[in-house]
């Protein structure tokens, strides 16, 4: 009887660590960061969108430029760190031109207007993509061409 309560409460211990430490099923997620530049230059305020191939599709992780072309990315719908270990497409976009629109004041509209990208690196055409290895990356550059 002794043992058997010793080995009921080892399967409880054992049990509670796996819960605790994360045994969920969720998918393994890994610190993601580059740079995008256009034609060489950096290219700020694109949004970096990662969407996994595969398994865990659901998962998107997204990040946005800075004024170095510099991302790092965090999962949309739970705001993790990181994107999913594996293969993903990538697509890059920049907010469209509000300068035709009037009703907006005039501080509110864009100093200069955002260049206009390929489709080939947007949505679901774009041909660009990118393999998140467990460790993370910290090099997922992106070098777009203007033509």
Not at 92 to 112: M, Q
Not at 123 to 138: A, R
Request: with cysteine.
């Amino acid at each position: 009887m002794k043992r058997s309560r010793i080995c009921y409460r080892l399967v409880l211990l054992v049990t509670g660590f796996l819960l605790v430490t994360g045994c969920s099923g969720g998918p393994s997620l890994a610190p993601v960061s580059g740079r995008v530049t256009l034609d060489g230059q950096p290219l700020a305020d694109a949004t970096v969108g990662f969407y996994p191939v595969g398994a865990h599709g659901d998962v998107m992780s997204s990040g946005k430029t800075n004024s170095n072309g510099e991302y790092s990315l965090k999962t949309v719908m739970k705001n993790e760190t990181g994107a999913v270990v594996g293969k993903h497409r990538v697509s890059i976009t920049v907010e469209p031109d509000l300068a035709g629109n009037t009703d907006l004041p005039a501080d509110k509209l864009p100093k200069s207007r955002p260049p206009k990208l390929p489709a080939r690196y947007q949505g679901q055409e774009s041909e660009l993509s990118c393999d998140v290895p467990s460790g993370g990356k910290t090099d997922a550059n992106f070098d777009l061409k203007s033509k």
